[in-house]
């Protein structure tokens, strides 16, 4: 049961820190100021941090409708529905391994019981035979 306990945190950890693809923009002026940096990344995070990465690009693009800048703007709301999806995608994957630990942990315990009722009923059998040969002598 230990080992079985193991193997699922095992998997929940490395579903949360799977690999990462990260794409870069760069939005700038005119003057060639630099207004916003977007980050993408395509990633199974932790729950705390896509909503951490939902909140900045909230910001990031509170920030930019402030300003009037549609770029900015445009660029801003790329990343909101880039956190927002990056975090759906997030959900789903602790959903999955959940439900995956769990039908682990429900195929084990059946294994579990099928093994100590049949050693159960080889006791009873080595018993009754034993019980026989005993009377008949």
Avoid: P
Wanted: hydrophobic letters at 35%; a positive charge; one cysteine or more.
């Amino acid at each position: 049961m230990k080992n079985l306990t193991l193997i699922a945190s095992s998997i929940l950890f490395l579903s949360a820190i799977s690999c990462k693809k990260e794409e870069k923009t760069i939005v700038t002026d005119q003057n060639r100021d630099t207004l916003a940096v977007v980050t993408t990344e395509t990633s199974t995070l932790t729950d705390a941090e896509a909503k951490a990465k939902i909140n900045k690009a909230q910001s990031d693009l509170n920030t930019a409708i402030q300003r009037g800048d549609k770029q900015a703007e445009i660029a801003a709301q790329k990343a909101l529905d880039d956190a927002n999806l990056a975090w759906q995608n997030t959900k789903a994957s602790i959903n999955r391994t959940s439900q995956n630990i769990k039908n682990d942990m429900d195929s084990a315990r059946l294994r579990a019981k099928q093994s100590t009722e049949n050693a159960k009923k080889d006791l009873k059998d080595s018993y009754n035979e034993t019980l026989e040969k005993m009377k008949a002598k």
